[in-house]
Nanobody
Framework: QVQLVESGGGLVQAGGSLRLSCAAS????????MGWFRQAPGREREFVAAIAWSAGRTYHADSVKGRFTISRDTAKNTVYLQMNSLKPEDTAVYFC?????????????????WGQGTQVTVSS
């Protein structure tokens, strides 16, 4: 049974920072791709960032490039999303996901396991 557990969300003022964590169990993440998505009320789930675990290659959406950074700790089987210079439009529920592929993937349908989500609220 694969489990992904996110943590680190919360309320922060615009310009602030948060670091999200996603702990994976039941799957050796070194052979998979991991991603972060977000979903605001009334909007579709949006790709944020992805990492090809084995090579460490990363890809970030244009909307977060230069502000957010995805990374992983192989010893802890954990992926992180460091979010700096947060804006009110970053407010959403953030989801961690795992895909059965070693390449970078950016569409939700390619991911087969999802965490429960963590709320990030950025006040102006």
């Amino acid at each position: 049974q694969v489990q992904l557990v996110e943590s680190g969300g919360g309320l922060v003022q615009a310009g602030g920072s948060l670091r999200l964590s996603c702990a994976a169990s039941g799957r050796t993440v070194s052979r998979y791709a991991m991603g972060w998505f977000r979903q605001a009320p009334g909007r579709e789930r949006e790709f944020v960032a992805a990492i090809a675990w084995s090579a460490g290659r990363t890809y970030h959406a244009d909307s977060v490039k230069g502000r957010f950074t995805i990374s992983r700790d192989t010893a802890k089987n954990t992926v992180y999303l460091q979010m700096n210079s947060l804006k009110p439009e970053d407010t959403a529920v953030y989801f961690c996901a795992s895909a059965d592929t070693i390449v970078l993937v950016t569409t939700p349908d390619k991911y087969d396991y999802w965490g429960q989500g963590t709320q990030v609220t950025v006040s102006s």
